[in-house]
């Protein structure tokens, strides 16, 4: 079974600085699927970004981009020049042959004026 | 177009009662899955239903289950309602639930047990 980990339960930034969220997957297959999605208080699950296994290139939206190191299994997201509205949960999924989303645990993002 | 609506938002049961949620998904979605979230256990997958079959089911017990109609909609149903049933309830929808196809979320029904 696929696992996600996400190690740091909270994390804080400077508006304006950059900061950088932690993913790591654990699988066997090689056509996957990473996610990030951010939860605000609203509650709604909201796609912020998504990697294809099988592309080196690694995704970018706006000021959000992802380190994807297939062989490390690992998928981070930075996020440039954060904005108050960054501030949310950020969960790390993944989806490969069973369809469904694995999430890691969330990391809970503060933003400070 | 309209997002995923779920309703309704909020729920309060009791122990032993039944409670049903419902989903709409975007339109020309035809893929729903569900997801239950709380803070002990995180998001977990509960099924996911395609062209009104259930195609792919999680780990949780008889209690859940849920249906698809025509139209794409969906509904979950939960009975025999436990303390620990308490949790947001997350609906999603996708084209056809492919791997490569990102599903968009619901609101949620936030669900209470007395």
């Known amino acids: 079974a696929q696992t996600v980990t996400q190690s740091q339960p909270e994390m804080s930034v400077q508006e304006a600085e950059t900061v950088t969220l932690s993913c790591t997957y654990d699988?066997?297959?090689?056509?996957?699927?990473l996610f990030w999605y951010k939860q605000p208080p609203s509650r709604q699950m909201i796609l912020v970004i998504r990697?294809?296994?099988?592309?080196?290139q690694n995704a970018t939206e706006n000021r959000f981009s992802v380190n994807f190191q297939k062989a490390a299994k690992s998928f981070s997201l930075k996020i440039s020049d954060s904005q108050l509205g960054d501030a949310a949960m950020y969960f790390c999924a993944y989806k490969g042959s069973a369809r469904q989303l694995t999430f890691g645990s969330g990391t809970q993002l503060t933003v400070l004026p | 177009k309209a997002g995923v609506t779920q309703t309704p938002r909020y729920l309060i049961k009791t122990r032993g009662q039944q409670v049903t949620l419902s989903c709409s998904p975007i339109?020309?979605?035809?893929?729903v899955s569900w997801y239950q979230q709380t803070p002990g256990q995180g998001l977990q997958f509960l099924f996911e239903y395609f062209s009104e079959t259930q195609r792919n089911k999680g780990n949780f017990p008889g209690r859940f289950s849920g249906r698809q109609f025509s139209n794409s909609r969906s509904e979950m149903n939960v009975s025999t309602l436990e303390l620990g049933d308490s949790a947001l309830y997350l609906c999603a929808s996708s084209l056809a639930g492919q791997r490569d196809q990102p599903q968009h979320f619901g609101d949620g029904t936030r669900l209470s047990i007395l």
């Open positions: 339109s020309g979605h035809r893929s």
């Open positions: 990697q294809e296994a099988y592309k080196q």
């Open positions: 699988t066997s297959e090689s056509d996957y699927y």
